[in-house]
């Protein structure tokens, strides 16, 4: 982190430190962390992906008091060496892997998860520069805010578990109607929950009873 200047601050019980190199944790996205650890004390065993991580607090709060292992997946190397410290400071370092690349590439053939969440920037590229203070390539959504998005929804639809669940974090309700007709209908939404910062949905299969 030579050159960088670090913050820590309480995320959820957890001491998470990040930089100007990545997106300044939430508050609001503690919300999001408890609606995580809540779903995974009734899903099926296994770890948990983490999609867009950045310096990985919204995962590690899900999982602190899980037992769950956690993968957490990001293009940005500066999020990747984040999170790891962050990890390590949380004690969960032997529970957490933190891979580097995009996302279809990262997530490997034949891994399924009970769990995933997602965190993909959301920000149309015409609005960015309403938001100066934050690093472009995590807010910039594309034209439609649903670019990245929409690569996430791909990776759950591949690599959900039948009877999993994922939280899939954007900027509004509409935006969440709008990324599912985009895509394959594999998934459903099963609830919104709307919050000052944004929107988290639920996703499950949709076949599933």
Do not use: K
Not at 74 to 86: G, H, M, S, T, Y
């Amino acid at each position: 982190m030579t050159g960088s200047t670090t913050a820590t601050m309480d995320f959820g019980g957890l001491s998470i430190t990040y930089d100007e190199r990545v997106l300044r944790p939430r508050p609001w996205t503690v919300a999001q962390s408890r609606w995580a650890a809540e779903l995974l004390a009734e899903l099926p065993d296994g770890p948990v992906l983490e999609l867009c991580s950045g310096a990985g607090q919204i995962g590690l709060a899900a999982v602190a008091r899980a037992g769950r292992d956690l993968v957490c997946v990001d293009l940005n190397p500066a999020a990747v060496e984040l999170a790891r410290l962050n990890a390590e400071a949380a004690g969960l370092r032997r529970r957490v892997t933190v891979r580097e690349g995009r996302l279809a590439e990262a997530v490997r053939e034949g891994e399924h998860f009970p769990l995933v969440i997602a965190d993909p920037p959301w920000v149309e590229t015409s609005r960015t520069g309403r938001y100066p203070e934050d690093p472009l390539e995590a807010i910039d959504g594309g034209h439609d805010g649903l670019t990245v998005a929409c690569e996430c929804l791909a990776v759950i639809e591949a690599h959900l578990s039948d009877d999993g669940a994922a939280l899939l974090q954007l900027g509004s309700v509409d935006q969440v109607a709008a990324l599912m007709s985009l895509g394959s209908g594999s998934l459903r939404a099963l609830e919104v929950r709307r919050y000052d910062g944004g929107a988290v949905a639920h996703l499950a299969r949709s076949d599933r009873d």
